[in-house]
Nanobody
């Protein structure tokens, strides 16, 4: 069974940085897409960043220029470097993988809290 395990969340002051990691139990990163989503209280889950096969990298409008997604296929790990954090970035961040068969996998989520 495929598992995604996020780490790196926590409490940070506004303007600070965090780096999230998502490790997969299998080589599912050869699928269609890998990425990060987030969900703040009372809001819908939204795309943060994704690496999409055949389409490159996509970022949510609110994080462009501040966040960077990257992957290490040898480690089956995807990263999200978050700089210039602000209170609006407070959310649970979820790792997502879309397999080559189109099946979505989700991690359990990691909390990011930005204090202003």
């Amino acid at each position: 069974q495929v598992q995604l395990v996020e780490s790196g969340g926590g409490l940070v002051q506004a303007g600070g940085s965090l780096r999230l990691s998502c490790a997969a139990s299998g080589s599912i990163f050869s699928g269609n897409a890998v990425g990060w989503y987030r969900q703040a209280p009372g809001k819908q889950r939204e795309l943060v960043a994704a690496i999409i096969r055949g389409a490159g990298i996509k970022y949510g409008d609110s994080v462009k220029g501040r966040f960077t997604i990257s992957r290490d296929d040898a480690k089956n790990t995807v990263y999200l470097q978050m700089n210039g954090l602000n209170a609006e970035d407070t959310a649970v961040y979820y790792c997502n993988v879309i397999s080559s068969a189109g099946y979505p996998y989700w991690g359990q989520g990691t909390q990011v809290t930005v204090s202003s």
